[in-house]
Nanobody, 126 residues
């Protein structure tokens, strides 16, 4: 059984940083992509950043480019999201997802991911 566990969320002031972690267990397959999404209050879950596992190619939402960095530790089956210069608009529940199979286009929609973690809350106050 695949399990994704996120950690690292918290409450910070604008301009501060946080690092989120997501550790996967039970993966008996090589995932195609992993990603971070977020859901702000009253909004739909949206893509934040992702990686194509084999190539290591990363992709970011325009709203976080230059501020967030996606990284991984393959040996630990863990991905990270380093978030700097946080803004109140970054307040959301952050989720990590895993997609098993390859896709024609870069997977940026919720329905393209097969497994999800439970989420970790990030709150940024001004």
């Amino acid at each position: 059984q695949v399990q994704l566990v996120e950690s690292g969320g918290g409450s910070v002031q604008a301009g501060e940083s946080l690092r989120l972690s997501c550790t996967a267990s039970g993966l008996t397959f090589s995932s195609y992509a992993r990603a971070w999404f977020r859901r702000a209050p009253g909004k739909e879950r949206e893509f934040v950043a992702g990686i194509l596992w084999n190539s290591g190619a990363t992709n970011y939402a325009d709203s976080v480019k230059g501020r967030f960095t996606f990284s991984r530790d393959s040996a630990k089956n863990t991905v990270y999201l380093q978030m700097t210069s946080l803004k109140p608009d970054d307040t959301a529940v952050y989720y990590c997802g895993v997609r098993r199979s390859s896709s024609f286009k870069y997977p940026k929609s919720v329905d393209m991911y097969d497994y999800w973690g439970q989420g970790t809350q990030v709150t940024v106050s001004s």
